[in-house]
């Protein structure tokens, strides 16, 4: 009888280490929900970004939760979520990041976010003012968040986003607290040199070139041999 009952507790702890060791079990325990990673655009292996209070570095894999906080300094990090999108810092940025399979979400203390997520992913980001998430989920949305002198300012660059319930539309801003959405302000001068200077200056260096062009041909048919 001894030996029936210790073969029996035998065989229940093989199959228990078995059934721990297998994928299902550690997908289970494992709070990594997609493949992440963080990366410095501008300074490779800058040990100034952290994740959680930890040094990062260039390619880690992060978990979900996780607090990415970026230094004052002109650089970039890049939270690629993969198939559930992406998720760029802006300099003094700090925010608890948390995603699944089907939704970036968390609360931005400071700084600037820019969130990029493909059609059927659900978007819902906490700031001071109030929480800021998407309306159309069956396209592409992609939305610039920023809190910075304790205002809370969304910008949506393509698809619709909220801000406590205030329609954004694509190529529209909303500052909370303000009475009204407004539309991307054209005089500023990001915007006019993008637009308006440097096509502006390629325009009138191919005018140039081809009168270049044209001066150099009739030059070459005026000269003649000397007599």
Same mark, same amino acid.
């Given at each position: ?20 060791? $297998?994928?299902?079990? $550690?997908?289970?325990? $494992? ?9 410095? @655009? ?8 952290? #994740? ?16 990415? +906080?970026?230094?004052? $300094? ?5 939270? %690629? ?5 992406? #998720?760029?810092?802006?300099? =003094? ?6 995603? =699944? +399979? ?5 609360? @931005? ?12 992913? %659900? ?13 159309? +989920? ?18 949506? @660059? ?28 054209? &005089? %500023?001068? *990001?915007?006019?040199? &993008? ?5 502006? *200056? @390629? ?11 044209? %001066?150099?041909?009739?030059?070459? #048919? ?6």
């Amino acid at each position: 009888m001894f030996n029936y009952w210790k073969n029996k507790v035998l065989g229940f702890g093989l199959l228990s280490i078995i059934l721990l060791g $297998s994928p299902a079990a $550690s997908l289970c325990q $494992s709070e990594t929900i997609g493949d992440l990673s963080i990366f410095s @655009l501008e300074a490779f292996g800058d040990k100034s970004v952290t #994740v959680n209070g930890v040094s990062a570095i260039n390619d880690q894999t992060i978990i979900s939760p996780s607090v990415i +906080e970026t230094p004052l $300094s002109d650089l970039e990090v890049r939270v %690629n979520l993969g198939k559930t999108g992406r #998720v760029n810092f802006g300099n =003094d940025t700090k925010m608890n990041l948390v995603f =699944d +399979e089907s939704r970036i979400s968390g609360v @931005l203390l400071r700084g600037t976010i820019t969130v990029s997520i493909p059609p059927h992913t %659900n978007l819902k980001i906490q700031t001071k003012d109030g929480i800021v998430e998407t309306v159309d +989920e069956g396209q592409e949305n992609k939305i610039v968040i920023d809190f910075v002198n304790g205002k809370t300012r969304v910008k949506t @660059l393509s698809g619709f986003a909220a801000l406590n319930n205030t329609l954004i539309a694509s190529r529209q801003y909303f500052i909370a607290g303000e009475p009204s959405v407004k539309n991307f302000d054209l &005089t %500023n001068k *990001i915007t006019l040199l &993008t637009y308006f200077v440097v096509p502006a *200056i @390629l325009i009138i260096l191919s005018i140039s070139g081809n009168r270049s062009d044209l %001066n150099i041909d009739n030059n070459q #048919v005026n000269v003649g041999p000397m007599k």
